[in-house]
Every structure is written in C-alpha cells, then in structure tokens.
C-alpha cells in the first residue's frame, strides 16, 4: 500500500448514474475512489447533461440490456477481476435487476475466496417521502438485497425496503433489525436520518450483524448545513467504500465472509463505524467549504438583474443559477478526502 494512499490496490465497479457538468452519480463516486487510490471502472447507467435538481436536463437513459452488453463486454475479455462493486441508480426495475444479476455472477466467481468480493449498494429510490423511480423499483431491489453486503438507504428507502414507518428511534432500530433477519444483510448505514427532536443535526445509523443476526448499532451526529447539494449520497457511498476497506485490511478481516466482524468486537471497534467517522469528518468538511464557496458565487451573481432576469422566467434563471453555485466543490478540496480530521465519532446506540 502506497504511503498516501488509504487503501490497498483496489479495482471497483463502479454502476451509476453519469452527468457532464457537476458531481453526481458515477462523475462523484469515480472521481473520489480515484483520488483515494481505487481503480474504478464505471458503468454509467444514464448520460445527462447536469444533476436533475436544475430541474431541466438533456440526455439519454441506458436500457437494462445496454448494461448486460457492457457487462458481457468486460467477461468475455476477462475485465471482471473486481474487488469491490458499487451499485447507485438504475432507470427502472429492469435495470435494476440486471444490476443484481451482475453482483451476482461476481460474488460467484468469488466464492472460492472468501472476502474478496464486496457489494456495496446505494438503493436509489427517493428521499423526503417521494419516489424518484417507479414502484416496480422498490420489490426490484428488496429482491437483491439477500446478496449484498452493505446497504445504504436513506431514512424513506429503509422505510421502502423493510416496510417500517421510521419515525423515532425505535422504529429506526426495528427497520434495521428486520433487514438483518429477514434478509440477512451483513451491514447497514441508514443516512439522512431526521426524527422529530433533530431539527438541526442530522444523523447516520450503522450496524454490522452478529452471528446470530442481532445488529450492534451506532450513530453519527453532525450539523446540518442549510443548503441543496446533489450527489451527498453519491459521494457518501464512494468513501465509504475505501473508507471500509482502508478499516477492514487494518483489522485483518479482509479474507473473512462479508467482512464481518467476530460477536466480540465492540461496537465502536466495529470497522463500519470507523469508516463512517472518516466518511462524515470528509464530507462536513467538503460541504461546509462549498457552502462558503457557493454563498460568495451567489453575492457575486448580485446587482442588478440582466435581461434575461426581468423577463418572466427570473424566477427559472435564479434557481439554475443556485444549482450552479451549489454544486460540490471537489477537485480543489482533496486534501479533505486524503486527510480527514475526525471532529463527530460514533456512538453506541444501545437496545
């Protein structure tokens, strides 16, 4: 392992979303594992011009059989000698279980050897109560759930896929026990999470099973930052990749099944709670630095409107002009994503 580099040599494909302009999907989660020292291969399942929060885009969508071609592509050249895979948004059910079939034929491929194939997948549904796909996605991806490793819900798709309300603590622990149980998912990361009386923090909550299948929970606090970024969930789930395999080479638990954690190991041990430290102290810096950034962006935009403003579509140019500015600012923060200072840490939550 390089002296710089987080991780060990590490090939990642990498199945997302892709943009020209700006940093989601594929065009986030590459760009970070790169900088982080993985060889990612990305397999983009969509080609738009810019992040749909602009509210206006251009492009085109790839069909499930144009990702199976692209797959077959790589096996029938031998391309497919993955470490680790990392699943986001897929453009309806049919995609998305041809993205299942791929981490599945991987994960066989690798079953002689244990530990040496990872399934990330980022459930890419929706958020805030609203779907984004259509509702053949949600019994879509509850049918991959038993083969990946770690899942990465928000608070609405961890409601979608155990068909529990989460609207306290408890219902949130509930969620997540029914995952392991029923679908036997080694980790989870439930992210965004905002109950009731977290008004101005929002929370992560992780857990690697026991062997009998009872989660060991933790939660991660930081401060909300008033502001619309695209792609948070995107480049949560490209450091959390390295991050989680920088913390299980550390812990020796690279060649173990799923990478789970021994029933002893504490929970504030465990190496997904340690990876999530480093995930978060990342992203709150990033994040706060392009609030800065985008606030001046946006005082520099004022003064008097030009023509364009005063006709009747001010209110459509301000918006696009907001979207701008607040796109993530990463090529100039890497240092943030090499280095993190770790200021919010894991807390055992307790059942």
Known sequence: MSEDLPVPETSVLAIASHVVYGYVGNTMAAFVMRSLGCEVSALNTVHFSNHTGYKQVKGTKASAEEIRDIYEGLKQNYLTDFDMMLSGYAPGADAVNVVGAIGRDLKLKS???????????????????????????????????????????????????????????????????????????????????????????????????????????????????????????????????????????????????AWISPDEVEILDLPLAKAAQNVLASMQTVLEKTKVARDK???????????????????????LRKMKASEVRLVRNLEDLKNPTVKYRAEALEI
């Open 111 to 257: 079953s002689t050897k244990s530990g040496s194939f990872f399934w990330v997948l980022d459930p890419v549904m929706g958020d805030d109560g609203k779907l984004y796909v259509n509702e053949d996605v949600v019994p879509a991806y509850k049918n991959l759930l038993r083969d990946a490793d770690l899942i990465l819900p928000n608070q609405f798709e961890a409601e979608l896929l155990s068909d529990v309300k989460i609207t306290s603590v408890s219902t949130l622990v509930q969620a997540i026990s029914k995952l392991h149980e029923e679908h036997r998912i080694p980790h989870i990361i439930v992210t965004s999470v905002h109950l009731e009386n977290s008004s101005s923090t929002l929370s992560i909550v992780g857990s690697s099973k026991r062997s009998d299948g009872t989660p060991r929970l933790f939660k991660i606090e930081v401060p909300k930052i008033d502001c619309f970024f695209g792609g948070t969930g995107d480049m949560f789930a490209a450091l959390i990749v390295v991050r989680l395999r920088e913390a299980i080479t550390n812990s020796g638990l690279n060649t173990t099944s």
């Open 297 to 319: 962006a946006l005082e520099d935009m004022g003064g008097p409107l030009g023509t364009l403003e005063k006709e009747k579509d001010s209110e459509k140019r301000i918006h």
